[in-house]
Every structure is written in structure tokens, then in C-alpha cells.
């Protein structure tokens, strides 16, 4: 069903957005017993932010850094917090290296 919506949605519009009818939840169906149902909703993968991005070929991308800093800034995550999880994710990459102009502040 969702994917009906969702090409739906696309025909009439390019842009989507989670407001539409593909991105709410499908509520129930039935199934062979009454008293159990089935839930589901799609999210837009899209939309999130990929801490993987932080690296690329063992370095830090300082444009990707400076993105998620604003993303925390924007749902209200402090600095410190947002600091201690780009550490976190630098460091669980051992080839990692910090080039001269690629600290993270």
C-alpha cells in the first residue's frame, strides 16, 4: 500500500515530504487471529544524517563535520554532546588520522 502512495504522490508532485499519505502509518490489517495485527510505517532514509560521512579514505571532511554541528545546534543537542559523538565516531576508525587543517573543535 505504501508504495502505491508513495508513486502516487510522485506523480503528482516531484517533491516529497512526510506529511504525505505514503509516509503515515499503515494502521492495522487483519490477520488470521483477531486479537493480533500488524503495524507499519516507512521513514525517509534520506533524512538522516550518516555519521559515517564525518570520514572518507581515513580523513576527517571537515564540510560533513561543520554539517552535523549544525544539525545539533538545530535540534537543540549542546556542544559538548555534540563533540563527544564526532570523537566517538573518529575514534572507532583506527586508520583514522588528523591532518594538520582537520581538527576537530
Same mark, same amino acid.
Given at each position: 500500500?505504501?508504495?502505491?502512495?508513495?508513486?502516487?504522490?510522485?506523480?503528482?508532485?516531484?517533491?516529497?515530504?512526510?506529511?504525505?499519505?505514503?509516509?503515515?502509518?499503515?494502521?492495522?490489517?487483519?490477520?488470521?487471529?483477531?486479537?493480533?495485527?500488524?503495524?507499519?510505517? @516507512?521513514?525517509?532514509?534520506?533524512?538522516?544524517?550518516? /555519521?559515517?560521512?564525518?570520514? #572518507?579514505?581515513?580523513?576527517?571532511?571537515? $564540510? !560533513?563535520?561543520r554539517?552535523?554541528?549544525?544539525?545539533?545546534?538545530m535540534?537543540?543537542?549542546?556542544?559538548? @554532546?555534540?563533540?563527544?559523538?564526532?570523537?566517538?565516531? /573518529?575514534?572507532?576508525?583506527? #586508520?583514522?588520522?588528523?591532518?594538520?587543517? $582537520? !581538527?576537530?573543535?
Amino acid at each position: 500500500r505504501a508504495a502505491c502512495c508513495w508513486w502516487d504522490s510522485r506523480r503528482k508532485s516531484r517533491a516529497t515530504h512526510p506529511g504525505q499519505a505514503w509516509a503515515q502509518p499503515l494502521g492495522q490489517s487483519p490477520s488470521d487471529r483477531p486479537e493480533e495485527g500488524f503495524h507499519a510505517q @516507512l521513514e525517509d532514509q534520506q533524512g538522516k544524517f550518516n /555519521l559515517r560521512n564525518l570520514l #572518507r579514505n581515513g580523513q576527517l571532511e571537515i $564540510g !560533513q563535520l561543520r554539517s552535523f554541528e549544525r544539525l545539533c545546534q538545530m535540534i537543540s543537542i549542546s556542544d559538548v @554532546l555534540c563533540q563527544s559523538i564526532s570523537q566517538r565516531v /573518529l575514534g572507532s576508525y583506527t #586508520r583514522f588520522s588528523t591532518p594538520a587543517t $582537520g !581538527q576537530v573543535s
